[in-house]
Nanobody
Framework: QVQVQESGGGSVQAGGSLSVSCRIF????????MAWFRQAPGKQREGVAA???????NYAGAVQGRFTISNDYAANSLVLRMDMLSPEDTAMYTC?????????????????????WGQGTQVTVSS
């Protein structure tokens, strides 16, 4: 019944910007960890940005300073703003939500902390 839906993916040239969004339906995410993961062909899924209930954030080193995660608990939404994109950022970007009972005080980038996943939205950065 819980649905996680990403949107906003597309193609962009290197150096450009793009935002991907996530909506969570039939679920209250106010006490959940929320994060974005990505997976490129031939590579493992990696956490790129996460946000905890205090608004604290964590970023993977590869995206720190370029990506910004934000959420709106009232709207059950999550946004990842991506700036200064590189072809290395090309991947399927997936929204991930933890359990509502977690009372998540940290923003982990490990997939084990997340329970609900979207299908992903493709981001392609061309050079």
């Amino acid at each position: 019944q819980v649905q996680v839906q990403e949107s906003g993916g597309g193609s962009v040239q290197a150096g450009g910007s793009l935002s991907v969004s996530c909506r969570i339906f039939n679920y209250q995410s106010s006490t959940s960890c929320m994060a974005w993961f990505r997976q490129a062909p031939g590579k493992q899924r990696e956490g790129v940005a996460a946000i905890g209930v205090r608004g604290n954030t964590n970023y993977a080193g590869a995206v720190q300073g370029r990506f910004t995660i934000s959420n709106d608990y009232a709207a059950n939404s999550l946004v990842l703003r991506m700036d200064m994109l590189s072809p290395e950022d090309t991947a399927m970007y997936t929204c991930a939500i933890g359990l509502a009972t977690d009372n998540c005080l940290v923003a982990p980038l490990e997939k084990e902390y997340y329970y609900y996943w979207g299908q992903g939205t493709q981001v392609t950065v061309s050079s």
